[in-house]
């Protein structure tokens, strides 16, 4: 998880321990929706993708950011690996460019084996911001904060006024954020 049970408390000004268990729940909720509305933003883990070779000199891995691979192979059939000195990583792209050589045309023909995502230390600020947001969010409209918002847009305030609830992420933090966002063609 991008962030602890404490740093969540402490944003919402929480210092009971008696919902640290659902507090853990909303955590890994949240994050599930970030990763599902921002894929650029999945936890660390290994991943192996096979490609058709294209007759090129790159492919462009599936998961970002990539923090490390640990085989490529140029022809899977023959298990001709490509040494680790002959090819460069575009980390936030996920582009893997070869310096000499090519991807032989073929269906499925190559693979690459890599590690690609965020840690709780390497994850963006403006991620594990907004991840707070979420929660926050999230555990207003529970009920467990002392007054449940699900499903109403405003309630009336004590001095007679009325309060308005947005059930979205601020406008400044999904701009942040947009750049998480997968797109490609």
């Keep these: 998880?991008?962030?602890t049970v404490q740093e969540l408390k402490d944003f919402i000004n929480v210092k009971s321990e008696a919902e640290d268990d659902y507090f853990g729940t909303l955590i890994t909720q949240a994050q599930d929706m970030m990763s599902e509305e921002y894929p650029k933003l999945r936890e660390s883990a290994n991943y192996t993708e096979d490609f058709h070779g294209d007759d090129t000199d790159m492919v462009v891995l599936n998961h970002v950011p990539v923090t490390a691979v640990s085989e490529v192979l140029s022809d899977i059939d023959s298990?001709?690996?490509?040494?680790?000195?002959?090819?460069?990583?575009h980390n936030n792209s996920g582009?893997?460019?070869l310096k000499s050589g090519i991807f032989p045309w073929g269906f499925g023909n190559c693979r690459v084996v890599y590690t690609a995502g965020y840690t709780p230390s390497t994850v963006p600020g403006a991620a594990k911001q907004a991840l707070l947001q979420l929660c926050s969010m999230l555990f207003s409209e529970s009920g467990r904060s002392g007054e449940s918002r699900l499903g109403k847009q405003s309630i009336n305030s004590p001095d007679g006024g009325t309060v308005s609830f947005v059930h979205q992420l601020p406008p400044h933090t999904q701009?942040?954020?947009?750049?998480?966002?997968?797109?490609?063609?």
């Design 1 to 3: 998880m991008y962030i």
């Design 79 to 89: 298990a001709t690996a490509v040494l680790s000195t002959n090819y460069v990583t």
């Design 95 to 97: 582009l893997l460019k």
């Design 175 to 185: 701009r942040a954020l947009s750049r998480y966002k997968d797109i490609r063609f």
